[in-house]
């Protein structure tokens, strides 16, 4: 069974340009996360999406941050414009859903910001 | 709202001594799940082990073993036997299915010496 796969692995941008970071979950589950985790912190979380509903996105920065899964599958997040201090690790994790917890997590997208 | 707390941002042992990451949490929930994971340079957190809080038996998964204090919201890791594949970054985490939020601690970072 492939992990949950996320591209690109790194990604250097100057300030005020666009990025778009993509995650394909595991097979089968509904439930999708993306975390952000800046040096030397936990992750913590950006935006939560039940199948293609996003249940909860109270920490996601809707000025400039934005999310979306179509069909319930795979997911972009995308950042307009990035700024300095965004650069950071963006993770994103899947399960199943319901009372199986186990969220299993991609390699995450190192973005570096100039 | 639902807090994870490590008070220890880095710890050493000697390769096959055993050692205990600390960890504790704020919830006012009943049912709920506590999880530690590893995140080595790599960026890919693995989940190392899980344990269910209506369960008393603490949960063990080979050299990995868990002190769970429901009571005083204590969530202690034990690692036997050190090697120095352990080495990594050590994050205990929280989940409800109030919410489905999985919420991480700062992460403590534990070098193993040969």
């Known amino acids: 069974e492939a992990g949950v796969v996320q591209s690109p692995r790194y990604k250097i941008i100057e300030k005020k340009q666009p990025v778009a970071f993509w995650c394909n979950p595991i097979?089968?589950?509904?439930?999708l996360y993306w975390y952000l985790q800046n040096l030397g912190q936990g992750p913590e979380l950006l935006i939560r999406?039940?199948?293609?509903?996003?249940?909860?996105d109270s920490q996601l920065p809707k000025d400039r941050f934005s999310a979306e899964r179509l069909k319930g599958v795979d997911s972009t997040l995308k950042i307009q414009p990035a700024e300095l201090g965004d650069s950071a690790v963006y993770l994103c994790?899947?399960?199943?859903?319901?009372?199986?917890?186990?969220?299993?997590f991609g390699q995450g997208t190192r973005l570096t910001v100039v | 709202a639902q807090t994870v707390t490590q008070s220890q941002p880095e710890m050493s042992v000697q390769e096959a001594e055993t050692v205990t990451l600390s960890c504790t949490y704020d919830t006012s929930e009943s049912d709920y799940y506590l999880f530690w994971y590893k995140q080595p340079p790599s960026r890919q957190m693995i989940l190392v082990i899980r344990?269910?809080?209506?369960?008393?038996q603490n949960a063990t998964e080979n050299r990995f073993s868990v002190n769970f204090q429901k009571a005083a919201k204590s969530f202690s890791l034990k690692i036997s036997d050190s090697q120095l594949g352990d080495a990594a970054m050590y994050f205990c985490a929280y989940f409800t299915g109030a919410n489905s939020k999985l919420t991480f601690g700062k992460g403590i970072t534990l070098s193993v010496r040969p």
């Open positions: 999406y039940e199948n293609e509903e996003a249940v909860d």
């Open positions: 344990q269910e809080a209506y369960k008393q």
């Open positions: 994790a899947s399960s199943r859903g319901g009372l199986n917890t186990e969220a299993f």
């Open positions: 097979s089968g589950h509904n439930t």
